[in-house]
T-cell receptor, first 112, second 117 residues
Framework: AQSVSQHNHHVILSEAASLELGCNYS??????LFWYVQYPGQHLQLLLK??????LVKGIKGFEAEFIKSKFSFNLRKPSVQWSDTAEYFC??????????FGKGTTLSVSS | GAGVSQSPSNKVTEKGKDVELRCDPI?????LYWYRQSLGQGLEFLIY????????KSGLPSDRFSAERTGGSVSTLTIQRTQQEDSAVYLC???????????????FGPGTRLTVL
């Protein structure tokens, strides 16, 4: 079945540690890729997106993600996390004419 | 309006009752999406509209679920004879259009938390 997989269910880091959250998808063809974030008590917000062009995309708050087509991956990275990055992170994939398909999410807890 | 709005923000109902959830998309957005977010299931797609028609209803979990959109704007998700497993946060999103590329970036509303007792 076509799906989006996020490898880590819960990640716990100390402030200033580096972050990488894995995301793999199983769709062939052209896809658009997204990372959304949901801070505690808030609604989903877009962190970054990839449509075409440079596979390394930069988003808000110092996040970036790299699209590796051969690996069907779109991993999220941040060099140095802050306590305020504590949130749930969702990877999502979209093909033309369809809705977003989300991964199950990764909860990030950052201790100060 | 400035963003996607949903009402009510919270809904508590008894098993077997019908509920209606409303979504007001961003003005000018032709595509509208409904998702469900529940513990352990993540975010599940339910249905999407392009204009007033629904090309993809594949995510609706049963025939108790239906949705409509009128005037290319407001959408209502109706759940009939609610069950406890329907308890979840129902999210609505809208985008300029449903095709590929930049125009399909989706903006999410705050959700409606449904609790079925």
């Amino acid at each position: 079945a076509q799906s989006v997989s996020q490898h880590n269910h819960h990640v716990i880091l100390s402030e200033a540690a580096s972050l990488e959250l894995g995301c793999n998808y199983s769709y062939g063809g052209t896809v658009n890729l997204f990372w959304y974030v949901q801070y505690p008590g808030q609604h989903l917000q877009l962190l970054l997106k990839y449509f075409s062009g440079d596979p390394l995309v930069k988003g808000i708050k110092g996040f970036e993600a790299e699209f590796i087509k051969s690996k069907f991956s779109f991993n999220l990275r941040k060099p140095s996390v802050q306590w305020s990055d504590t949130a749930e992170y969702f990877c999502a994939v979209k093909r033309a004419g369809t809705a977003l398909i989300f991964g199950k999410g990764t909860t990030l807890s950052v201790s100060s | 309006g400035a963003g996607v709005s949903q009402s009510p923000s919270n809904k508590v109902t008894e098993k077997g009752k019908d509920v209606e959830l409303r979504c007001d998309p961003i003005s000018g957005h032709t595509a509208l999406y409904w998702y469900r977010q529940s513990l352990g299931q993540g975010l599940e797609f339910l249905i999407y509209f392009q204009g007033n028609s629904a090309p993809d209803k594949s995510g609706l979990p049963s025939d108790r679920f239906s949705a409509e959109r009128t005037g290319g704007s407001v959408s209502t998700l109706t759940i009939q004879r609610t069950q406890q497993e329907d308890s979840a946060v129902y999210l609505c999103a809208s985008s300029l259009r449903a095709g590929g590329g930049e125009y399909n970036e989706q903006f999410f509303g705050p959700g409606t938390r449904l609790t079925v007792l």
